[in-house]
């Protein structure tokens, strides 16, 4: 009996130290996967480390600007290659050394600057100084920043430097590109002006053409009349008999010329009175105005580039008028002509391809304002630009048939008169453009 228990006893014994390996080997197992794990995971990170590492390295072995990091004292810790050419030297061989002590001496009071500055961790730019380089002064334009440790800690600067010599030829650049913009935005003005110009012309010409073509006809009958007169007084003093210059009178006519000759010189004087007045309209509106402001009438000058512009190149264009018989405003009359002549324009370009072609053109005095619009019967403004119309060189027409100019310089020339341009679609379609002035008052 006792040896069946001690045989039961040692197998539970056995047993149990099985048991006991088998956890030991699990467990054994599970470290070593853990640490395998581990080991994957650490020499990931060290991966990504190194290409961290790597790639900041390119990216400060390309930099051309001077990168140089230093501790609160000024010690140098890490520099980039340009920073090893401007100084001449390794950077195993500057590490640990005294920026300080590679500075012209007429840039080390910029430099204890650069250093005070970072201590009470402020930041500086566009500081000058002076490298002693091999081939020697080096100049940079620096600017600085502070470094901090993981708690927080102001513990250096860095400076990162541009060579002077680059920043005065990016300089030149800059300004060359500067002045070639300059000189074709002056072109594009003077195209502009041009245009305006030649709008001008064809409208005057247009205008002049009534008047002087009556001028000419009369003159010519004149001449006839002239030729008529001369034969019967010829025939008259030659002593003819009366029957003969009776005949003639009637031939000629010369009762009928007496009767006509006061209405054709009247012809002739009233067509040189509306060219006359014409030119008087040309030199008041298109003139460069440089004095000061005047006081003139809107009305006259609404109705003058109507018929400049849009009877010019548009002559089946519908006009409607609501103005009163004079429109008081004051300002340089040439300059707002200007604006009124490109309103008309834009406004003749947008009916062009409309089946209905009508302009109307509205002004009244509202509380401070002298309030003028035009309202067209064409597409309108898209939504997406109508913010952008007075934007200089802006224009949705094809090229060459437009400077995108002309919107604009209108909105400037209202501005410098202390009034307001607006653009906006009317309710029942096409585009209004409202013009507002300081109202002539008293």
């Not at 990216?59 to 920073?83: F, H, K, P, W, Y």
């Not at 009776?246 to 009762?255: C, N, Q, S, T």
């Not at 002004?363 to 002298?370: I, L, N």
């Amino acid at each position: 009996m006792k040896a069946s228990q001690d045989l039961i006893g040692n197998a539970t014994m056995t047993a149990d130290v099985e048991s006991a390996w088998i956890d030991v080997i699990r467990k054994m197992d599970e470290t070593y996967a853990d640490l395998v794990s581990q080991q994957v995971e650490l020499e990931r990170k060290n991966a990504e480390l190194e290409e961290a590492q790597a790639f900041i390295a390119s990216v400060m072995a390309s930099m051309t600007d001077v990168l140089i990091a230093c501790d609160r004292e000024g010690r140098i810790e890490q520099v980039n290659r340009a920073a090893e050419r401007a100084l001449g030297r390794t950077e195993k061989t500057l590490t640990g050394r005294n920026l300080r002590d590679f500075i012209e001496d007429s840039s080390r009071p910029a430099f204890d600057e650069l250093r005070a500055a970072a201590l009470r961790r402020e930041c500086l730019s566009d500081s000058e100084l002076s490298f002693q380089g091999d081939a020697g002064p080096f100049p940079v334009s620096v600017n600085s920043a502070i470094r901090y440790d993981p708690r927080g800690h102001a513990i250096g600067m860095v400076l990162v430097g541009r060579p002077i010599g680059e920043l005065r030829r990016a300089y030149r650049d800059l300004a060359a590109a500067h002045e070639g913009l300059m000189q074709t935005q002056q072109q594009l003005v003077q195209s502009e002006k041009m245009a305006s110009l030649g709008r001008l012309v064809a409208g005057v010409a247009h205008e002049l053409n009534n008047p002087i073509s009556f001028v000419y006809g009369n003159a010519h009958a004149l001449r006839r009349y002239g030729e008529r007169l001369t034969t019967y007084l010829d025939a008259m003093h030659a002593g003819r008999p009366a029957a003969e210059v009776g005949g003639l009178r009637a031939e000629l006519r010369i009762d009928r010329v007496r009767a006509d000759l006061g209405d054709t010189l009247n012809g002739i004087l009233e067509g040189a009175e509306r060219v006359r007045d014409i030119v008087t309209e040309l030199r008041r509106f298109s003139s460069e105005q440089k004095q000061a402001l005047e006081l003139f009438d809107m009305t006259a000058l609404l109705r003058s580039a109507v018929t400049w512009v849009a009877k010019a190149q548009m002559p089946g264009l519908d006009v409607t008028f609501d103005l009163p018989e004079r429109l008081e405003a004051r300002g340089h009359p040439g300059h707002l002509h200007q604006v009124a002549m490109n309103l008309v324009q834009n406004a003749v370009d947008a009916v062009a391809d409309s089946p209905r072609k009508r302009l109307d053109v509205a002004g009244a005095v509202q509380g401070q304002w002298t309030v003028v619009t035009l309202r067209d019967t064409g597409p309108g403004i898209a939504p997406e630009i109508l913010s952008r119309v007075f934007d200089p060189f802006f224009t949705t027409k094809p090229v060459g048939k437009g400077t995108g100019l002309g919107l604009s310089i209108s909105y400037q020339i209202v501005k410098d008169h202390g009034g307001v341009l607006e653009a906006a679609n009317h309710p029942d379609g096409g585009a209004v453009f409202t013009l507002r002035l300081p109202a002539a008052l008293g």
